[in-house]
Structures are given as structure tokens and as C-alpha cells.
């Protein structure tokens, strides 16, 4: 079993950027494809974006297509999201999740083990 925990978020302004980290513990990452994931106040956890096992294949919701880019460092026991270009409609609490199961899935259900999440907010 995995163990996530994210880190990063903050308060930026619009057009500004952060990178999330996603530490894991417990397995190596590399046994995972990993997702992240975002949740806005009064709204479902949606998809965001999907990385394989061994980084090559990465998949993005269409809103954040261009802006946002995932990364993973399997020695490290890490995945990222490098955020540029915020905007206000972006601001949510984002989670990383694991998929034991290999392919892709941009379903909340697809994931079996997911971080505390961490809060993103940017201001217009």
C-alpha cells in the first residue's frame, strides 16, 4: 500500500504559476500510474491529469491542456504538476492519486489511494 501527500499550493494571482509535488511512501511509485485530481467548493472531484508508469504517456483535461504539465521522478518516489498561466476558475484543493491497475483512467473511482490534498487558490 501507498501513502501520498501532497505539497505546494498557496495563493497566487492570476497568470502566475506553481508546481505541486506528490511525495509517496510505503511502495515505489514506479508501481503506480498516478493521477491528479481537483476539487472547487461545491463541486465534484474532477480529472486533471494522468501519468503512465514510466512517464511517457500523459494525458490533461482539456481546460488545463497547455498550461499544466505532469511529471514523475520514480527514484525520487515523486509526481508533479507544474501550473502555469492560473486562472481563478483553477483555484481548488488537488489531489494525487495512485492506480495499481496499468492504463489510463480520468475516473475518481479508477484510483485506489489518495493524498490529503492541497489547497490552490488564485486571485483575479
Known amino acids: 500500500q501507498v501513502q501520498l501527500v501532497e505539497s505546494g499550493g498557496g495563493l497566487v494571482q492570476a497568470g502566475g504559476s506553481l508546481r505541486l509535488s506528490c511525495a509517496a511512501s510505503?511502495?515505489?511509485?514506479?508501481?503506480?500510474?498516478m493521477g491528479w485530481f481537483r476539487q472547487a467548493p461545491g463541486k465534484e472531484r474532477e480529472f486533471v491529469s494522468y501519468?503512465?508508469?514510466?512517464?511517457?504517456?500523459?494525458y490533461y483535461e482539456d481546460s488545463v491542456k497547455g498550461r499544466f504539465t505532469i511529471s514523475r521522478d520514480n527514484a525520487k518516489n515523486s509526481v508533479y504538476l507544474q501550473m502555469n498561466s492560473l486562472k481563478p476558475e483553477d483555484t481548488a484543493v488537488y489531489y494525487c492519486?495512485?492506480?495499481?491497475?496499468?492504463?489510463?483512467?480520468?475516473?475518481?473511482?479508477?484510483?485506489?489511494?489518495w493524498g490529503q490534498g492541497t489547497q490552490v487558490t488564485v486571485s483575479s
Open positions: 501519468i503512465s508508469r514510466n512517464g511517457r504517456v500523459t
Open positions: 492519486a495512485a492506480r495499481g491497475t496499468f492504463g489510463y483512467s480520468a475516473s475518481v473511482d479508477g484510483y485506489a489511494y
Open positions: 510505503g511502495r515505489a511509485l514506479s508501481t503506480y500510474v
